[in-house]
């Protein structure tokens, strides 16, 4: 009797753990993006350069201009605000930083153009494939990941690459329902491949971007820099 009554016990627990998870949503983890939507955001970067702490802030207005039935879409993106630290004290700035530009994105994220004349598009593209959303072929669930290969793109310098997300939680980023999900990047056939780790945490609605904490390593320094590669932690909040 008692033996019968343990393996009933274990049965039912059994049937209830495959019910909750059975039951867990799942999602697409697909970017929608809305015309005449903006958002404003905060980020901060903090590195070391030389053996000195490097602190760097700005802020970007963000307005999505137009989207294709295709989904590429195109923003205007103001930058402002630029402040640099070094050790803690500020570093004077003897240029303006502030500027807006209209880029061209894929359905994902990822940037495709700029009319700013100056931007390094080779440069700007590397990074800015750490704030894409590929897609998974199917919607997953807590606990699952899916990857991404990026192909080379060879006009711009652009190396291949490949990323995978993993969907760790839901959790709750101010006022935004967030999918919090962890991501692993790094370029693929050169020699020192810019890589990220970190954490992304999505709008539960659209699947857009309201916070990231990702530490960034190998990524090419700006010319005129006193080192070559740069790692940094990125740091992302959305403030609206």
């Given at each position: ?13 059994f049937?209830?753990?495959v ?34 702490a ?38 004077p ?75 760790v939680?839901?959790?709750?980023v ?8 962890e ?23 659209n ?34």
């Amino acid at each position: 009797m008692v033996h019968s009554l343990a393996r009933t016990f274990v049965v039912g627990v059994f049937v209830a753990l495959v019910a909750a998870t059975s039951a867990q949503p799942t999602y697409a983890f697909k970017a929608k993006f809305a015309e005449g939507e903006s958002q404003k955001v905060k980020v901060t970067m903090k590195g070391n350069m030389s053996g000195m702490a490097i602190e760097m802030i700005y802020f970007s207005d963000e307005k999505v201009l137009k989207v294709e039935p295709d989904g590429t879409y195109t923003e205007e993106v103001k930058t402002h605000g630029l402040t640099l630290t070094a050790a803690g004290a500020p570093v004077p700035l003897y240029m303006d930083t502030d500027k807006t530009e209209v880029r061209k994105h894929a359905p994902t994220g990822e940037l495709l153009g700029t009319d700013d004349k100056e931007a390094n598009l080779a440069m700007l593209r590397r990074t800015g494939r750490l704030g894409d959303l590929p897609s998974p072929a199917a919607p997953v669930k807590i606990g699952e990941s899916w990857t991404h290969e990026y192909a080379p793109v060879e006009a711009v310098s652009l190396p291949a690459g490949k990323v995978t997300y993993t969907f760790v939680a839901e959790e709750k980023v101010g006022k935004w329902d967030a999918l919090k999900v962890e991501i692993a990047y790094t370029e693929v056939g050169v020699d020192k491949p810019v890589t990220a780790k970190g954490f992304l945490w999505l709008n539960k609605e659209n699947f857009r971007g309201v916070k990231g904490d990702v530490t960034v390593d190998n990524h090419p320094a700006p010319p005129g820099s006193p080192v070559p590669q740069l790692s940094a932690q990125v740091l992302f909040e959305r403030l609206d």
